[in-house]
């Protein structure tokens, strides 16, 4: 019989990292919503979804 373990981690940054982090989080958040943007643009135009590679 396989047996199966796990391991939790929690994160302690100290205030500078916890800055960097929230700063990547925002920075992937509005590049997200940029794409979202582009694609409901694309798709009320009629025109077809862009992929990953276009996307960049």
């Known amino acids: 019989m396989q047996r199966l373990q796990a391991f939790k981690y929690e994160l302690v940054p100290d205030g500078h990292q916890e800055r960097q982090m929230r700063r990547f ?12 943007a582009l694609q409901k643009e694309r798709y009320e135009n009629g025109e077809k979804k862009l992929g990953y590679a276009g996307l960049c």
């Open 25 to 36: 989080a925002g920075s992937c958040r509005f590049v997200f919503n940029k794409a979202l």
